[in-house]
Each structure stands twice: as C-alpha cells, then as structure tokens.
C-alpha cells in the first residue's frame, strides 16, 4: 500500500516555473515507477511524465518535453516535477500515482494521490 500526498502547486505567470513534489508513505516507494499526471477543466486525465523506480528511466509526453523534468529521491520517498516555461494551457490539476510497471496509461497506475492545482496566467 502506498500513500500519495502532492503539494508545490499554485499561480503563476506564463513563462514562470514551479516545482511540485509527491511525497509517499510506505517501505516499498522504491520499488514503484512514478508517474504525474493532469486534468485541465473538461478534459480527460493525461499523462505528462513518469520515472523508473531507479531513476535511470524517464519518459515525458510531447506536450511538457524539454520544459518539465521529473526527479526522484528514493531515501527521501519523493518524487518531484520541474515545470519551467509554463503556458496557460498547463493550466491543471495535477497527480502524482504509483505503478508496478513502466508506462504512461492510467490503468497501470495503482496508487493515486489527491492532486494539486496548477494554474497558469497568460
């Protein structure tokens, strides 16, 4: 069982960044690939980054490459999400979940934390 708690989000003008981070409970964190995920208004949930459980994999959507860098702190149990050169349209709530495999669909997902806001001034 793994618990996921997302914090760092909140307002800021386009072309700024923030950092989100997800902190888990549970001895098995490790063990687990870590995803982020968002949910603009009216839009389904999408993917946006993952990491291996090593950190030696990463694997971003084509929307947030090269702008946004997820991390990982297997001592510390946190995974976190750089997000620089922000756009109105990452404009999101945003989720951090746990997975036993390596990928980007939701099903793969078992874990999910409560999600943090995201909003993106123009």
């Known amino acids: 069982q793994v618990q996921l708690v997302e914090s760092g989000g909140g307002l800021v003008q386009a072309g700024g960044s923030l950092r989100l981070s997800c902190a888990a409970s549970?001895?098995?964190?490790?063990?687990?690939?870590m995803g982020w995920f968002r949910q603009a208004p009216g839009k389904e949930r999408e993917f946006v980054a993952a990491?291996?459980?090593?950190?030696?994999?990463?694997y971003y959507a084509d929307s947030v490459k090269g702008r946004f860098t997820v991390s990982r702190d297997n001592a510390q149990n946190t995974v976190n999400l750089h997000l620089n050169s922000l756009r109105p349209e990452d404009t999101a709530v945003y989720y951090c979940?746990?997975?036993?495999?390596?990928?980007?669909?939701?099903?793969?997902?078992?874990?999910w934390g409560q999600g943090t806001q995201v909003t993106v001034s123009s």
């Open positions: 990491i291996s459980w090593s950190g030696g994999r990463t």
């Open positions: 549970g001895r098995t964190f490790s063990s687990y690939t």
């Open positions: 979940a746990a997975s036993s495999a390596y990928g980007k669909y939701e099903y793969q997902y078992d874990y």
